[in-house]
């Protein structure tokens, strides 16, 4: 289970594992970090506070260094930075190991931990706010090969899923999507940690915005089709005093064709404005048009026109974002370039991810971009009286 803060992974398996050691008499567990230097780093105290909490401390054993529980079972509390091939042996008749911040182990002690937890229904608990990619944990279970085994479950929780996600945290999360916008995703949204210096839309957008389109406004939708597992999205925006608005962002993955007009009709105003969508799936476009007479059409694409539309978006005085798009927002915060993992040099390269709604919006807005791409530029004559002649 990974995601970011506030979302209850940890109290979720601290409960879990006191229930598990009521159900099954003579359950041992081992509660595993990465680097472990005192029990004050380790969830003991949390374990200990559920089994308080669920008034069921006259069924257990609450020790200094370890926990006994219902049937002679145990639960304890060790670093894996401590082990050694023969050390972790020790550990082969564990019915449950959790391995807590999961992020900062390492490729060492994953491969020591994954085959020595093997009796016969054990499990292996890993929960984690993700760092990188790259990191072991990551790279072992948020990948095609681990999503299609059916001895292993990735769950994403964040604080949205978190029926009892308290006011007082949330009045912390909304202010770091105000003030630290760069470093919100990452807290709050499960997101890797960015280099800031990438970010591409950095201190240009202000997210969880209150507006309404006022009833003059020209309103733009754009969708970008979904492929496999890339998500279905679609955007309504608007633009006042070169201010770029965007009020909806709404989709999802895996959505039928025949599902795409309940998506659509999410966004107000859809069935009666012009929508520009990707022209990778003209089947789709025409099926929207000729069946649900949707008045969609393609978007125009060309070489340099994801740069060219990035320009254009930079471009606005500045981006305004519903509190209702976080799904476009969340995107906002973490597009950035490559970086070349070895210099950790910003590259001139864009990184083709987290852009599904910024794609949409690029589509919606394609008219716009397409003449400010044929304009001329007279920048460098700022001041200066000039002639300006039509160009060819």
């Known amino acids: 289970m990974w995601g970011g803060r506030g979302s209850g992974k940890s109290h979720f398996f601290a409960e879990n594992l ?3 050691a009521v159900m099954r008499p003579g359950l041992r567990a081992v509660c595993i970090r990465e680097i472990q230097k005192s029990l004050a780093m380790s ?6 506070d559920k089994i308080m909490r669920l008034g069921l401390a006259d069924k257990f054993e609450l020790l200094d260094k370890e926990i006994r529980t219902p049937g002679g079972g145990v639960i304890i509390f060790q670093g894996m930075q401590n082990h050694t091939a023969d050390s972790i042996k020790s550990l082969e ?5 959790w391995v807590e911040e999961a992020q900062s182990l390492s490729a060492h002690s994953l491969k020591l931990l994954r085959p020595t937890i093997r009796k016969p229904g054990s499990e292996i608990w890993f929960s984690w706010n993700p760092s ?4 072991p944990v990551d790279a072992f279970l948020r990948t095609t090969e681990a999503e299609a085994d059916p001895e292993i479950v990735v769950v994403c929780a964040n604080w949205s899923d978190n029926p009892w996600f308290p006011d007082v945290l ?3 999360r909304e202010r770091d999507q105000r003030a630290r916008p760069d470093e919100y995703d990452h807290i709050w949204e499960g997101g890797y940690q960015q280099v800031t210096e990438a970010l591409i839309f950095r201190h240009r957008v202000e997210y969880g915005c209150d507006f309404e389109a006022p009833e003059d406004a020209r309103l733009y939708y754009g969708v970008d089709w979904g492929f496999a597992k890339d998500p279905t999205a679609i955007v309504r925006c608007f633009i006042t005093d070169d201010v770029l608005h965007i009020d909806y962002a709404e989709g999802g993955v895996g959505i039928e064709m025949d599902a795409l007009p309940a998506l659509f009709d999410k966004v107000p105003g859809s069935r009666s404005w012009p929508i ?12 929207m048009a000729n069946k649900y007479s949707y008045r969609i059409a393609a978007a125009k694409k060309w070489k340099g026109s994801v740069e060219d539309g990035i320009e254009r978006l930079k471009g606005f005085r500045g981006i305004r974002v519903h509190k209702r798009a976080e799904k476009v927002a969340r995107e906002f915060r973490t597009y950035s370039y490559k970086i070349d993992r070895q210099t950790e040099a910003i590259l001139p390269k864009i990184e083709d991810a987290n852009n599904h709604w910024i794609d949409a ?6 008219g716009l971009i397409q003449n400010r791409r044929k304009m001329p530029d007279f920048s460098a004559f700022a001041g200066q009286q000039v002639v300006r002649r039509s160009f060819v």
């Open 18 to 20: 006191v229930a598990q």
């Open 43 to 48: 969830v003991k105290q949390l374990v200990t």
């Open 93 to 97: 008749g564990f019915d449950v190991a």
């Open 132 to 135: 990188h990619a790259e990191d």
């Open 170 to 172: 949330n009045d912390e």
């Open 276 to 287: 520009l969508a990707d022209c990778a799936r003209p089947e789709t476009i025409s099926f």
């Open 361 to 366: 919006t690029r589509y919606a807005l394609d």
